[in-house]
Structure formats: structure tokens, C-alpha cells
């Protein structure tokens, strides 16, 4: 442990599993509300559609996995899960740029 107290080491794996599924339910509510507030009211379709398969989708089957995830195995899948929900939420800026660009009326 060399000293380190990480979560895990300070709670034990399953309640830190535990922990990291509450803060996905935040950061996905977060994003809903964020798809229906702006996206979805400006009629940036492609972008929703985007945001639900790209970064929605991968986060609610983080969040079920993570409630049972125990081997290593399972949490490396988790991190790379996630790492794939960053990349795919920093492309979004430029869906969603374009999307406005094309949609513009004018």
C-alpha cells in the first residue's frame, strides 16, 4: 500500500464502487438535462442522437457494471469505458458546433 490512501484502500472496493455509481448517476442525470435544455429546445437533432449513443449509452452501462465490477478485468473494461465517454464528450464539441453551423437559418 506504500502509504497511499486511496478510496479504495480507506473504503474497500465495494463501497467504493458504490460511491463511483452515485457520481455516474449525477454526471449522467447532468447530461440529460443538459441534451434536453439545450440540444434538444435549439433542434440539434444530430447532436442528441450523438450525445445518447456516444456518451449516454456508454455511461448507463458503466453504471451497471460498476455495481458488480470486482476483478481486475472488470475495472480496466470500466476505465477504458470511461476513457472512451471523455474522448467521445470532447469530439462532441465539434458535433455540436457543426450541427449548429448546418442548422443556422439564415
Not at 463511483?20 to 440539434?44: D, P, Q, R, S
Not at 451497471?64 to 464539441?93: C, M, Y
Amino acid at each position: 500500500n506504500q502509504g497511499m490512501s486511496t478510496l479504495p484502500i480507506a473504503l474497500g472496493i465495494i463501497k467504493t464502487s458504490r460511491v463511483v455509481f452515485g457520481l455516474a448517476i449525477i454526471a449522467t442525470l447532468i447530461l440529460l438535462w443538459y441534451i434536453n435544455n439545450y440540444l434538444m429546445e435549439n433542434t440539434l437533432y444530430f447532436a442528441v442522437i450523438y450525445g445518447f449513443v456516444f456518451v449516454v449509452a456508454p455511461m448507463i452501462f458503466f453504471m451497471i457494471k460498476i455495481w458488480n465490477a470486482k476483478s481486475k478485468e472488470e475495472f480496466h473494461l470500466l476505465s477504458s469505458v470511461l476513457k472512451w465517454v471523455i474522448f467521445f464528450g470532447i469530439l462532441s464539441v465539434l458535433v455540436i458546433t457543426l450541427n449548429i453551423h448546418y442548422n443556422a437559418k439564415g
